[in-house]
């Protein structure tokens, strides 16, 4: 019933730019935080960044350190993941993800989440 579908990912060299964006859609969709999580090749899926649904709020993970800015489109329905000064580190499958905010999200472990976007591709070369 709700979908969320990502775009933007692709090649970059390092300290190059990226500009993610995730639509939702579907009747049953709600006021969720949206936000984005990635993995990397062989290693756990970690918390990247996610915004509220009225953008009051946003939270970043560590290794951002102010690199990556989340937005909300104007429609509610759509995040953007801003992504300067990219790194070999950053490459992984990026992954929107739409539920209710709790500390869990920074931990990765899926709660709190209800829906997931297949997920885009970022590889950065160095």
């Known amino acids: 019933q709700v979908q969320l579908v990502e775009s933007g990912g692709g090649l970059v060299q390092a300290g190059g730019s990226l500009r993610l964006s995730c639509a939702a859609s579907g009747r049953t969709f709600s006021r969720f935080t949206m936000g984005w999580f990635r993995q990397a090749p062989g290693k756990e899926r970690e918390f990247v960044a996610a915004?509220?649904?009225?953008?009051?709020?946003?939270y970043y993970a560590d290794f951002v350190k102010g690199r990556f800015t989340i937005s909300r489109g104007n429609a509610k329905n759509t995040a953007i993941l801003q992504m300067n000064s990219l790194n070999a580190e950053d490459t992984g499958v990026y992954y929107c993800?739409?539920?209710?905010?709790?500390?869990?999200?920074?931990?990765?472990?899926?709660?709190?989440?209800?829906?997931w976007g297949k997920g885009t591709l970022v590889t950065v070369s160095s």
């Open positions: 993800a739409a539920g209710d905010w709790t500390s869990d999200w920074y931990h990765a472990s899926g709660l709190g989440i209800y829906y």
């Open positions: 915004v509220s649904w009225s953008v009051s709020s946003t």
